[in-house]
């Protein structure tokens, strides 16, 4: 098990190489995760800070590729962590009066209404994933951040909880609100009436 050894010469020579090599996969990875380029390209950047900080402890049974991934990953999620805990202003029950009435019923005019698409039609149009993407960058950066990690990359609740460090009932009123949120944005924005 070789291991890299502790020259800031090695390293640099080292990390300046890998930056040429794999900054675009790590960057389109990190972009398909955040949707924001900018933060993608911010991630990216700590990522080989942090390989170029850690470079003793680097071992060569994993190639360079692998390793730089698994600090991307890393990096992704205490990203997404430090989203989910901001602080969203009128995230109370404020806002949900556009969706139900006193009696916890429909408000007429919020109800959800049949799209009468086909779920699998609607994820193969290119125009529809664009407004999908708009209608999620509008929400707020919590609410986006659950959404993602539940239905795009399929965690399951137990594990995103645990990764953004929130209680099962706060994910679960957080993933609904943003649902409502969502729902609505494309219902204004591609299907309308």
């Known amino acids: 098990m070789k291991r890299f050894g502790e020259n800031i010469e090695e390293a ?24 924001d380029k900018a933060m993608a390209e911010d991630l990216v950047q700590e990522t080989f800070l942090a390989a170029y900080q850690s470079f003793g402890s680097f071992r060569s049974e994993s190639g360079p590729k692998t390793w730089l991934f698994s600090i991307l990953n890393h990096k992704i999620a205490d990203h997404l962590r430090k989203k989910i805990k901001e602080p969203f202003i009128g995230e109370g029950k404020a806002g949900l009066e556009t969706y139900f009435n006193g009696t916890e019923e429909w408000n007429a005019d919020a109800s959800p209404r049949e799209w009468g698409v086909e779920e699998q039609e609607l994820l193969d149009n290119t125009d529809f994933r664009i407004t999908m993407q708009q209608c999620m960058e509008r929400l707020p950066d919590k609410w986006g951040a659950a959404i993602q990690l539940k239905y795009l990359e399929e965690k399951d609740g137990q594990a995103i909880c645990q990764d953004l460090e929130i209680t099962p009932s706060n994910f679960w009123q957080i993933l609904h609100r943003a649902k409502l949120q969502l729902r609505k944005c494309l219902e204004i924005h591609w299907f309308k009436n």
């Open 12 to 35: 640099h020579v080292v990390i300046k190489e890998w930056v040429g090599l794999f900054t675009q996969n790590l960057y389109v990875w990190a972009h398909y995760k955040v949707s």
